[in-house]
C-alpha cells in the first residue's frame, strides 16, 4: 500500500523506471533525463488499465482473421496532402499523433482539419490546451474559418475532457492541442511528464477504439526533433506524422513515420501563407522555382517520395579552409552521409577535400533521406570543387557505395518522366537497373563514381603523390 504511494524515478526520454535518480539514464544512455513521479510503479504495472485497478477477469471472444470489415473505412479530411500522407484519409477510431516544433503550423493545420470535417456535416471537437479560447477564434478569423461548427474547448483536464465529449452528438474527430498539456487527476505527476502524458493518451486512445471517433493528438518534440515523452506514445497510436520544413522557408512538409493503415514513405506538401497552409499539388516546380543555373555547385536530384516524384536542388560550397579540422556542414541531409561521400571521392577518385569546409545545402527546406541522392549530392560537390557549373539541363540520381560503385535505385522511369516534365535534357543515373529509354531525356549512364567526373565536364585535377 505504502509502496503504490511512493515516488519512483522516470527517465523522460525512453520511460525507464527506477527507485534513485541518476544524471544519466542506465537504460538509453540520455543525460539529465530523470525526474521524479509519484505513484507511477503502480501504473505501469497495470497498463491498460489507467488508474483503476482491474477486478477479476472476463474472458475476451476470440474471432477469425477472415470476416468483419476486409478495407479500413476512411473519412477523407477534404485536405488531399494530408490524405496522401494517412493513406486515403482518417480511419474512424485511429489515434494519430503529430509532432513537430513550436510555430512550424501544427495547430493552423489541425484547425484547417476540423473545419473541413465541420464543414462537410462531421462534429469536430477541438481542444486547446495552449492557447486560450479567444487566440484560436483569432486564429480561425485569420484563415476565413471562423463559420465553421467546430466545437471548440479550452480545457487541460483529462476527466473535464472525457466527461465533455460523454455529452451531445458523439464527435467523429478529436483534437488535442497538446498532450504534453494535459493532466490526470489521480496522479501527482506534473503535465508533460511521462506519466502524465502515457495516461493520458491511453485514455484518449481508449476513448477513439470504443466510439469510433479519431483521435488527433499534438505531441511537442525535444530539440533533437523527437517527439517528447517517451517512444511509449508512438507505440501506443496508430500513426505518427511529423510537421517539418523550415522556418525560414514557407514549405511545410508532413511525413508519416509510423503507419498502421497505410504506407510511410508519402509526404504532404504545403506552403505557408498569410492565410494559413496552402496545399502544393506539384512541389517539383515549387523547389526548382528560383534557380540559379549558372552557378558550379548545384545539382538537381530526381527523387521519389511515396509514390510521387520530387525535384531537388542540391548545393555545395567547398571554399579553402583556414581551421585545422575544416568544417563540414549539412542542412536538409544526413552529415554522415556527406562525410561517406567525401571518403569515398578522395578514396576512389582521388579528389581531396582534406583541404577544405564543404557545406551541402538542399534547397527549400526540405530534408532528403533518399541514399539515391547520393550522385546529386557528388555531382554538386564535384562542381564545386572544380569551379565547373553543371549543364541547367542535367538531373541526377543514383545510391554510392563505400568502392565508388553507382547503384540503381527504386523508381527509375517514374523519375526520368518527372524530369523530362520539367524540361530536363539528360540524366546521369546507374548503370544497372532496367529502365525504359525513351530518349527523353538523355540517358548517361554510370557504373562507377569515377566516371562522374568527366560527364559532367570537370577537370579532373591532378593525381596525386602516393
Ligand atoms: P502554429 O499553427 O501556431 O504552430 P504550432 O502549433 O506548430 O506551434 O503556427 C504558427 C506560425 O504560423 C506562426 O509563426 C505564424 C504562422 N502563420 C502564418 O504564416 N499564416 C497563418 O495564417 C497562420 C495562422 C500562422
Ligand atoms: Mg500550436
Redesign the pocket.
Known sequence: MAKAAKSSFVCQSCGAVSSRWAGKCAACGEWNTIVEEAGVAALAAAPGSGLQRAAKGKPAPLEALSGGAAEAPRIATGLPELDRVTGGGIVPGSALLIG?E???????LLLQVAARFADAGRRAVYFSGEEAAAQVRL?AE??GLAASPVALGAETNLANILATLEQGKRPDLVIIDSVQTLWADGLDAAPGTVSQVRAASQSLIRYAKQTGAAMLLVGHVTKDGQIAGPKVIEHMVDTVLYFEGDRGHPFRILRAVKNRFGPTDEIGVFE?????LREVANPSELFLGDRDNTAPGTAVFAGVEGSRPLLVEFQALVAPSSLGTPRRATVGWDSNRLSMLLAVLDARCGLSFSQADVYLNVAGGLRITEPAADLAAAAALISSLTNTPLAPGDVFFGEISLSGAVRPAGHMSTRLREAHKLGFKRAVIPAAGDVEDSGKPKLSRLSHLRDLIDVVGASRPKAREK
Open positions: 513537430g513550436p510555430g512550424i503550423g501544427k495547430s493552423t486564429r485569420r484563415l505557408m501563407a498569410g492565410s494559413g
